[in-house]
């Protein structure tokens, strides 16, 4: 039977992987791993996940440092006939079965996700076509906002875009203007600092579990599940950033998630530039001047 595993990296966007039935999957840090897992409490060979005759998949630690486990519990090796969770070092593993219609669901909602974003890049491009009538920035942004929520399963969100020295909200979807000001916003706007600061995209699942922003009193209260912050680049020049959250549980955000919504940012980046909209080489912003950026600003509904 085939199985599936989706790998949470802490500060990183979860890894979803099918091993098919008769496959051994290597687990570990070295570039050679079937399932890269680039942590550091992770052992370069880390464990090992094997079928059985039976359709069972059996699970082996291969004496890395900081264990493998299993619902909890430290294994040498041990039997995987159901589902459950698994732990490398800091990093936890959803191991599934999956039978072949299973399987197959998950590979044709894979490729679902991938023909929408298609055909809504498709759609923006039109948009952006530099005719008499085109759409203008703010209208493609807000629309790139939407595809991006709907993408990342995400209900709030908003984009960020440089000029005048200074960065400004250029569109936000549900972001309640009440919540907007300093330390009474719920989002994490160190997460958009970060993205800006190190031009990578930066991604939480379940990040109530995750020691570097669960402490951070805005997430705290409210309440986030997943966020992601992508920057929106020209070259090595940030010009701004996109921003989406959810309170609620749900699917977690994946390497092939962030694939195509880094599209929609390079898009964004590209009508940005084209249209002289944003300028680069504006620092992030600090802690006291969120206030400013956020208060007053009417979000879409």
């Known amino acids: 039977m085939q199985a599936r595993l989706i790998a949470y990296i802490p500060e990183g966007a979860a890894i979803a992987r099918i091993v098919a039935p008769g496959d051994r999957l290597r687990i570990g840090r070295a570039p050679e791993a079937d399932l890269l897992l680039s942590h550091v409490s992770v052992s370069r060979r880390h464990a090992e996940l094997e079928p059985q005759v039976d359709g069972t998949w059996r699970l082996l630690d291969l004496d890395s440092k900081n264990g493998s486990f299993v619902d909890g519990a430290r294994i040498n090796q041990t039997a995987l006939a159901r589902s459950c969770w698994l732990r490398f070092g800091d990093v936890h593993c959803e191991f599934a079965m999956l039978d072949t219609n299973a399987a197959e669901e998950q590979a044709r909602r894979w490729q679902e996700r991938r023909h929408e974003a298609s055909r809504m890049t498709a759609r923006l491009e039109a948009m952006a076509q530099p005719r008499e009538g085109a759409a203008p920035t703010n209208t493609l942004l807000e629309h790139s906002l939407r595809a991006v929520l709907e993408l990342a399963g995400c209900t709030r969100g908003f984009v960020l875009i440089a000029g005048g020295g200074r960065y400004r909200v250029a569109t936000s979807i549900a972001l309640d203007a009440s919540l907007a000001t300093g330390p009474e916003f719920t989002g ?8 800006l600061r190190t031009r990578a995209p930066v991604v939480f699942n379940d990040i109530g579990q995750d020691a570097w922003l669960s402490g951070r009193e805005s997430v705290v209260r409210g309440g986030l599940r997943t966020l992601v912050a992508l920057p929106l680049l020209d070259g090595n020049r940030a010009l701004g950033a996109v921003y989406a959250d959810r309170r609620e549980a749900g699917p977690p ?8 919504l880094q599209a929609f940012a390079e898009r964004c980046a590209l009508w940005l530039a084209a249209r002289g909209e944003a ?4 620092d992030p912003p600090s802690a006291g001047d969120w206030s400013q950026l956020l208060a007053g600003h009417a979000p879409t509904r």
């Open 188 to 195: 994490s706007l160190g997460a958009v600092a970060q993205a």
């Open 253 to 260: 955000l994946t390497t092939l998630d962030v694939e195509l």
């Open 279 to 282: 300028q680069g080489g504006v």
